[in-house]
T-cell receptor, first 113, second 112 residues
Framework: NAGVTQTPKFQVLKTGQSMTLQCAQD?????MYWYRQDPGMGLRLIYY???????DKGEVPNGYNVSRLNKREFSLRLESAAPSQTSVYFC????????????FGPGTRLTVL | KQEVTQIPAALSVPEGENLVLNCSFT??????LQWFRQDPGKGLTSLLL?????REQTSGRLNASLDKSSGRSTLYIAASQPGDSATYLC???????????FGAGTRLAVHP
C-alpha cells in the first residue's frame, strides 16, 4: 500500500516548455487534489476532482490543466511554463464524504528558468 | 473567503516543554479541520482531523481542540522532543468536497 505517489520528484524546465506531473493513489479514494506550496506560504489549491470523470478549478488554476485519467490517477499539466510556476506541487486524495482525512504525496519540486 | 492565520510563525523551545500552537479562521462554516506536520523537503503527514461536530481529538502526546463559533483551533504538544521539530500546518475545509485552506504554518524547533 503505497498511498499517494508522485512523479517526478524534481524537474527543471525552461520558460515556455510543457510538462505533466503524475499522481496516483491506491486507497480507492474518490476525490483527488493538486496544491502548490510557495516559500513562506501555505498550500493553495490549483484543481480538484471530486470523483472520476469530474474536475474543477481551485484558487489558482491559471496556467494549468488537469486530467482525471481513472479513479487512481490525476495528472497536472503545464502547457507553457513560466518562472512564476516555480514551486513545490503536492497531490492529495480523500475518501467519499465531507469528513474524511486527506492524504498527501511526497511532492514534486519544479523550477522554471 | 476563508483565511487562515497561524500564530506564532516560529517557535524555539527546550526539550520537555508543553506547547500551544494556534490557528484562527474567518469562516466558521467548515466540515472539518486537519492538522499536518511537514518536515523540511518532505510531504505533509496528517496528525489529527477534527470534525465540525467535535470539540477535540487526541493522538498520543498531541491534542487538538476546535471552537467553530470563534473560528479557532489549538494544537497542544505535551512534553516536546527534538523529533517534534517540523512545520505544523492547520487546514480547515472550505465549501464541499473537502477542499482545504492552509495557514502558513508554525515552524517549531525543539532543542535538547
Amino acid at each position: 500500500n503505497a498511498g499517494v505517489t508522485q512523479t517526478p520528484k524534481f524537474q527543471v524546465l525552461k520558460t515556455g516548455q510543457s510538462m505533466t506531473l503524475q499522481c496516483a493513489q491506491d486507497m480507492n479514494h474518490n476525490s483527488m487534489y493538486w496544491y502548490r506550496q510557495d516559500p513562506g506560504m501555505g498550500l493553495r489549491l490549483i484543481y480538484y476532482s471530486a470523483s472520476e470523470g469530474t474536475t474543477d478549478k481551485g484558487e489558482v488554476p491559471n496556467g494549468y490543466n488537469v486530467s482525471r485519467l481513472n479513479k487512481r490517477e490525476f495528472s497536472l499539466r503545464l502547457e507553457s511554463a513560466a518562472p512564476s510556476q516555480t514551486s513545490v506541487y503536492f497531490c492529495a486524495s480523500t475518501g467519499a464524504g465531507s469528513y474524511n482525512e486527506q492524504f498527501f504525496g511526497p511532492g514534486t519540486r519544479l523550477t522554471v528558468l | 473567503k476563508q483565511e487562515v492565520t497561524q500564530i506564532p510563525a516560529a517557535l524555539s523551545v527546550p526539550e520537555g516543554e508543553n506547547l500551544v500552537l494556534n490557528c484562527s479562521f474567518t469562516d466558521s462554516a467548515i466540515y472539518n479541520l486537519q492538522w499536518f506536520r511537514q518536515d523540511p523537503g518532505k510531504g505533509l503527514t496528517s496528525l489529527l482531523l477534527i470534525q465540525s461536530s467535535q470539540r477535540e481529538q487526541t493522538s498520543g502526546r498531541l491534542n487538538a481542540s476546535l471552537d467553530k463559533s470563534s473560528g479557532r483551533s489549538t494544537l497542544y504538544i505535551a512534553a516536546s522532543q527534538p523529533g517534534d521539530s517540523a512545520t505544523y500546518l492547520c487546514a480547515p475545509t472550505r465549501g464541499g468536497y473537502n477542499k482545504l485552506i492552509f495557514g502558513a504554518g508554525t515552524r517549531l524547533a525543539v532543542h535538547p
